[in-house]
């Protein structure tokens, strides 16, 4: 799996969470901050890890979520470890 | 086997716990919680906690709104989350504490409809409503017992099916009710960045 393609599916993930202003989605790059750009309150971004889940068909483990930084990239990241796990 | 041992005694659920023994992260003047009194492991709880002289100092007399928000997040998320951690990873609570930070995140709405104050106790009855990634995020209400009622002996039934009723006699008064309140345990390692 491509990081573009990565990337692309995580703007269709952010699409759905409520409290992210689509405008904001405009752009989006490896550097955006959920926090910081995107104005995701810390305790949303979970729910966001959980959904990206179901979309990549993928299950983080707890040690994966605890280390997680708050960009773009870090998300990318991981799904791409987890997919490599297997 | 559902839940911990804690110095070779087998804790089923909180009702056999002192919470000091559970929110140890908590000093006296800062634990709000004075007794579980009924505790279903992935369902809820109901805890009790009676206001002291120190918590309503300055504040004529009333224990504050915000301080009934605390008191509920210890009596649920970290009280709960803790539980569910140390049964998952056969720890105590004392391991916990050294590997994570049980942090308060998140408030939804919170009303309140009448006070309390110093010498009324109150039942916390708490229910979760997610838990993932040890992010608990729990809602409930307060309630103020009447004076003298045997706290553990009426809730010695009690079930799931009341809990989420929040079924409770005539003689209870309600509170405040409270919801998304959110905590999260959070890797020790994290803080020291």
Redesign the interface.
Known sequence: MERQEVIDGLIEVLKTVRMIDPERLVGVTEETDFMKDLTV???EL?NI??KVEQKFDIE?E?DD???LGSQVKDVVDLILKVKARG | MAGYYDNGVHIENLCAVNPKDILIAYGPTKLLVDKYHWHSPKVGVVASYTPKAHDVEDHFGVFRGVDQIEAFVQATAGSLATFLECEKNGWAPTDMKDKLVPSFIGIGTVNFVSYLEEGDTFVMLGKTTYYKFKQMVCEGRIFKAPKGLDLDDYFKNFAEERLFKYDLGPEFTLVSALFDITGRAIDRSYFNR
């Open positions: 309150p810390s305790s979970i890890v959980a983080f707890d979520i605890d280390g």
